[in-house]
């Protein structure tokens, strides 16, 4: 197999790259003079193909497919298994997610693959007996699992897309190969473990897997075996999709759903479907934009939120009004997602109203350019903490103009923490992504209304935006992020700094970011976001709070010179690598 290579202007390697970039990085959040920015733009470029993950080994196996002549879809599909393996806390079988596609030809498609409720959840499933919105049922219980959507997806979009040149099973050896052998273990893995030891140490079959014998977290160093999980993924790769959603691994999940309280049974198993949607698409100062339709509310906020940019100058250098209108688009967008946004199976969604030009005018003529507008002047509200990295994104492009963008998690680190027992797979908690009762906030501090009520069979409302911008119709930006609610606005934040801003890809994703979710009416900003600018956002109005970092969004920017990567400084292990 030939070794992936980063074609650089200066032969580095990629840790030496990552430790620039981080150097650059620091340099840059100390000194933010344009000189320094500029010095701290450089990304890898490559001319045939570019796979941009949270984790190095499965950035590896998408650049190792890529060079056998695979497409940017058949790299997705290999490394979305081996993420399941190497990045156990995002990565995922048991979870769900979206997979936007551009194909060289011109077409534009979305895999729907989130996971959906099992036929015993009703709007009534995650209230205590006072008819409180009760979280310890939603997020922590059994009865918070959705039927997984990962193996459905990853296998249409390989049917409907892959080259032709690899099998499934092709694409799912180098996991079962990392599942079986073992992965070592880095300080991000084991932190990661420490924080959530609870969740992890509830489940006994959990706990066999990713604790040592005596209950501690293994260490840095360590080897993580995960030998059930790969049995598993051979028998998928061996007999497809069927032999997760039917047959023994099904009922396995079904009977360790069902002895942990929950409700899922084989029936619900059988009955799931990946989707294949068209994606929202708008328009952006004559990019296109292509991103994730419902039940993601992802590109509907996305395009709400440029519409809205799209009528003011960005390009200049007054960062405070770039940040305050981005923000007075947020807090409208994160409003409209709270009363429309739910499973488009179920309820109208208005798409074509959210996504309009029209719209955005009428909302950017409420806005004051020097006043902040309260929450409370747009609609009624919840609460938010910064989430960490507990989903993950991926962005992919190939040498034959193909792009994937593909965001998938388990909602929480670990997901609930269950592993089904004889299978290896951590189960999600996506079912908290429900309104559990009009109002109440998730766990994200995200609120919802009847449209996202839960309900048998359907798919919680999501944040996830894997977008594509196309310039004349080629693939221009690949982009996305985990962070729960900021996920959206992330991805805004990347395109605005590039589109407007002039900015590199590196310090595109750099940038300190702020992100307003309506509810509650707060600004959350990153600690690099200067002071000067906090302040003349708070003199206007605004509430601003400042957190840890959050958000990580693996991008690739499309160039003459060739593909650029840029692997978020946020996520320790991120990675870009082309070839
Ligand atoms: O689908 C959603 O919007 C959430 N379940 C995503 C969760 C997430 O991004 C957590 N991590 N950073």
């Known amino acids: 197999m030939v070794k992936p290579r980063i074609c650089l202007p200066r032969p580095l390697t990629c840790f030496v790259l990552a430790i620039t970039l981080a150097f650059s990085l620091s340099v840059r959040a100390e000194d933010r003079s344009p000189d320094v920015a500029i010095a701290a733009a450089q990304g890898p470029v490559a001319q045939n193909g570019m796979v941009v993950a949270q984790e190095a080994r499965a950035a590896h196996i998408g650049v190792d497919i890529l060079q056998q002549g ?43 693959y989130r996971e959906t409720a099992p036929a015993a959840i009703n709007a009534k499933s995650f209230l205590d007996a006072q008819g409180n919105a009760d979280p310890q049922k939603s997020r ?133 479907h990946a989707i294949e949607r068209t994606p929202v698409r708008g328009s952006y100062r004559g990019y296109d934009v292509v991103s994730m339709p419902p039940p993601s509310s992802g590109g509907v906020e996305l395009l709400e939120m440029l519409n809205i940019l799209e009528g003011y100058d960005l390009a200049h250098d007054d960062e405070t009004q770039t940040l305050f209108l981005m923000i007075e688009a947020m807090k409208r967008a994160y409003a409209d997602r709270a009363l429309f946004l739910g499973d488009p199976e179920t309820v109208k969604v208005p798409v074509t109203k959210l996504v309009s030009k029209s719209y955005a005018a009428d909302l950017r003529a409420g806005i004051d350019p020097e006043h902040a507008t309260p929450a409370r002047a747009i609609r009624a509200g919840g609460d938010s903490d910064p989430e960490g990295h507990n989903t993950t994104h991926f962005s992919i492009v190939d040498r034959f103009g193909n792009a994937v963008s593909n965001t998938y998690t388990l909602n929480f680190s670990y997901g609930v923490g269950l592993v089904a027992d004889g299978t290896g797979i951590l189960l999600n908690n996506e079912l908290d992504d429900f ?46 992020s985990p962070g729960g609610s900021r996920i959206t606005t992330a991805v805004l934040q990347v395109i605005v700094n590039v589109i407007d801003r002039g900015m590199s890809i590196a310090d595109a994703v750099a940038a300190p970011r702020v992100h307003n979710q309506w509810q509650p009416d707060q600004v959350f900003a990153e600690p690099a976001a200067p002071a000067d600018v906090i302040a003349a956002l708070q003199a206007r109005g605004d509430k601003v709070v400042q957190q840890r970092p959050f958000t990580s969004a693996e991008s690739i920017l499309i160039t003459p010179e060739g593909f650029i990567g840029a692997a978020d400084p946020r996520s320790h292990g991120a990675l870009a690598v082309g070839y």
């Open 70 to 112: 695979g497409n940017a879809v058949d790299a997705a599909v290999a490394v979305g298994f081996a993420l399941a393996v190497s990045y156990p806390r995002a990565g995922n079988i048991g979870g769900g997610g979206f997979m936007v596609i551009h194909l060289a030809d011109g077409t534009d498609t979305a895999i729907d």
């Open 140 to 272: 922590f219980s059994a009865l918070g699992i959705g039927v997984p959507g990962t193996v459905a997806g990853l296998a249409l979009a390989e049917k409907e897309y892959g080259s032709g040149r690899f099998t499934l099973a092709d694409l799912v050896a180098p996991a079962i190969a990392m599942a079986r052998d073992g992965i070592t273990l880095d300080d991000d893995i084991t932190n990661e473990q420490t924080n959530i030891l609870a969740r992890l140490a509830h489940w006994p079959a959990s706990a066999k897997i990713f604790l040592k014998p005596d209950g501690s977290v293994l260490a840095a160093g360590d080897r993580l075996m995960q030998t059930d999980l790969a049995d598993t993924l051979q028998s998928v790769a061996r007999d497809g999709p069927d032999a997760f959603y039917q047959g023994p691994i099904a009922w396995k999940i079904a009977a360790a759903v069902q002895a942990a309280g929950g409700v899922m049974t084989v029936d619900d198993l059988k009955d799931y």
């Open 435 to 480: 309104a559990a009762k009009p109002e109440a906030p998730n766990a994200y501090g995200l609120i919802g209304f009847e449209a996202n009520e839960p309900g048998p069979g359907k798919r919680p409302v999501s944040s996830m935006t894997p977008t594509i911008v196309l310039k004349d119709g080629k693939p221009f930006l690949v982009t996305g």
